[in-house]
């Protein structure tokens, strides 16, 4: 069978399985990048023929842990290649497509994950200070988004999927119904952030909270949109993540509970959330009097 023939069996798996879009892509560019130099280095373009040698070769070439940018890859990206590889030869040997994994002996490096990216306090009051001068309906949806991730922690993504139906703001409560895992979660929403975000609706009460020309803004325009008002606060190496990753490092260093940052950000192990146990450089000058 040929190797793209396959890769598209696999994704159709994926998608029978519930992965997510961004998951499936992930999966379909890496598996790709190998089925391209299957053809061109490793002279085969059948399932059939691969081999543990093509995989460590394949992972092993220079332009495998080249960029596209051209400088050397992360740890952590060639990991995420080495899972979706390993995903991808597996399900060749689950489906009976080889008779072995070709995938048995690969292996992910030992890497620490990157620290979060969480903006200070000084680039936060910048920010909002910029946010303060937005202009138009545009600029003020701008400024309520920003504040909601900054206040809530939420993806960007679950965030732009709200409707306001979705808010209660009786309870001080936003029920999330996109979320990472497709878990359905509802978070805490601070009552000052609700009288902002009541006020900015105003009569509104139905449909997508968050509009672009009278339709729910995308993903991509939302990022595009925070990523020009972080340039203008003169914010450099941050994005919409890194507004999650502020809330979560500021409620740890306010209420000093793992478990309760867990919960607040909807983290299914605390695992996730233990990133963020060692990033309080405040607490840390303060203790060494520096």
């Not at 990157?114 to 903006?119: E, H, Y």
């Not at 409707?163 to 119904?177: A, K, N, Q, S």
């Not at 233990?274 to 990033?279: E, F, L, N, V």
């Amino acid at each position: 069978m040929h190797v793209r023939a396959a890769l598209q069996a696999f994704l159709l798996q994926l998608a029978a399985d519930g992965r997510s879009p961004h998951t499936i892509g992930q999966y379909r560019r890496h598996a790709t990048a190998l089925a391209d130099w299957l053809a061109t280095n490793g002279g085969t373009t059948d399932v059939d023929a691969i081999t543990p040698d093509h995989v460590a070769a394949f992972f092993a070439d220079a332009a495998t842990r080249t960029s596209c940018r051209g400088g050397a890859k992360k740890a952590t990206s060639l990991n995420a290649m080495r899972t979706s590889i390993r995903c991808f030869l597996r399900h060749l040997h689950d489906a009976g497509l080889v008779p072995t994994n070709p995938a048995r002996m690969l292996r992910r490096a030992r890497c620490a994950p990157p620290p979060p990216r969480a903006l200070h306090d000084d680039e936060q009051r910048r920010l909002l200070d910029v946010l303060a001068t937005a202009e138009g309906p545009d600029g003020a949806r701008d400024r309520m988004l920003i504040e909601l991730l900054l206040g809530t922690g939420i993806r960007i993504g679950s965030a732009i999927a709200l409707d306001v139906e979705d808010i209660d703001f009786d309870h001080g409560e936003i029920t999330l119904r996109t979320t990472k895992n497709d878990r359905p979660a509802v978070v805490i929403l601070p009552r000052q952030l609700a009288a902002k975000l009541r006020a900015w609706l105003d009569a509104r009460s139905l449909g997508p909270l968050f509009l672009a020309n009278g339709r729910r803004i995308s993903v991509r325009h939302a990022q595009r949109r925070i990523a020009g008002w972080l340039g203008r606060a003169r914010i450099s190496g941050r994005s919409a993540h890194s507004l999650r990753h502020s809330y979560a490092t500021e409620l740890l260093a306010r209420v000093g509970d793992l478990r309760l940052v867990q919960a607040a950000m909807c983290h299914a192990s605390i695992v996730s959330t233990t990133i963020y146990a060692h990033i309080d450089r405040a607490r840390l000058r303060e203790a060494v009097q520096a």
